[in-house]
């Protein structure tokens, strides 16, 4: 079987917009395909069609859909997915997964990424010696019940120095990305909750720790409202944007803006996520976003006043559940 040359065209394109732009296409779909370089220019070209294995071994490598041609601005929009804990789809594997689609954002000089946080950016976290592997702990013993931490007390140690390095790496890129985020007063609540209830279940191998994570959330808190005052973490080019929102109900929806192309993440079951590069939704996800932001607060830079009694508010919450479980 194959499929039309117009469509197929379309299709490659697709592919072609997820890769990096120093990355040759026909090497790429040689490499795919295992063919020569002279075969994938004859596809590229379209003087030979593809084979329906080829596309399925593009669509599994690539993340990309021929429902998205077909269905073209209507009504289906397809979507990317794969779940989190299969023996496919470890967690390392989900890890190393966000730190190739920023290193994929990175490579375009024109990018932005827009996040509209439920909870604080998780990349966040990798940054903390404390934090970072008790989120770790958490969705691997809590979300996806691994079968390796059942019956396991929470501590540092119980995260492999590996998951901690590629944690590093994705707060490392994340923060050399030009960024929006756009929080509410509920932003920070979802690790407060999840602190309190390991601390009340007695899921800690040492108290200490519950007390150690507020210190520690503080200090984050502290660090990310410094880089609001400026505006970026090092350097101008890395610019920090930070909304308060008052409307809605944030769902940890992410948007990557690279050139001219778009991509829409959005996530379900607390760790999975639904990708997809569909022109129609990214844009309407990206008027969305944006519409969003002209009605929120902009606390970065300027708007001191809000700024600080925004930060003042969060750790308030931090000391009220430092003192409630001391």
Not at 186 to 196: A, G, K
Not at 220 to 238: F, H
Not at 289 to 294: C, G, K, T, V
Request: hydrophobic share 40%.
């Amino acid at each position: 079987m194959t499929i039309p040359n117009s469509i197929q065209s379309a299709f490659l394109e697709q592919i072609r917009k997820r890769l990096q732009p120093n990355v040759s296409f026909a090497d790429a779909l040689a490499d795919a395909l295992s063919i020569s370089r002279d075969s994938a220019y004859r596809r590229i070209r379209g003087e030979t069609v593809l084979s329906l294995d080829e596309v399925k071994i593009l669509c599994n490598q690539y993340g990309v859909s021929v429902d998205n041609i077909v269905s073209g601005a209507g009504e289906m929009v397809s979507f990317h997915y794969r779940m989190v804990g299969t023996s496919t789809f470890t967690f390392d594997k989900w890890l190393r997964s966000i730190l190739d689609n920023l290193e994929t954002l990175m490579a375009y000089p024109d990018k932005q990424l827009i996040y509209f946080a439920k909870d604080i950016p998780v990349f966040y976290y990798f940054n903390s010696p404390l934090i970072g592997p008790f989120k770790m702990f958490f969705w691997m013993n809590s979300v996806l019940h691994d079968r390796d931490y059942r019956g396991v007390k929470f501590r540092p140690e119980s995260v492999s120095l590996e998951l901690i390095a590629i944690g590093e790496k994705i707060w490392q890129r994340y923060t050399e990305t030009p960024r929006v985020e756009i929080w509410s007063d509920e932003t920070l609540n979802v690790t407060i909750r999840q602190i309190e209830f390991y601390h009340e279940c007695g899921f800690f191998d040492d108290p200490k720790y519950a007390v150690e994570l507020c210190d520690e959330y503080s200090l984050i808190i502290k660090e990310i409202k410094e880089w609001a005052t400026n505006g970026y973490k090092e350097t101008p080019k890395t610019k920090f944007d930070l909304y308060k929102n008052d409307l809605l109900i944030a769902d940890n929806t992410i948007f990557f803006r690279m050139g001219d192309q778009r991509m829409t993440f959005i996530p379900y079951n607390t760790m999975n996520i639904l990708t997809t590069t569909h022109e129609v939704f990214c844009k309407q996800t990206e008027d969305y976003l944006m519409n969003l932001i002209s009605k929120s607060i902009l606390i970065s830079t300027s708007g001191e006043r809000d700024r600080n009694k925004f930060f003042n508010q969060m750790e308030d919450k931090i000391q009220q559940l430092k003192a409630r479980i001391k």
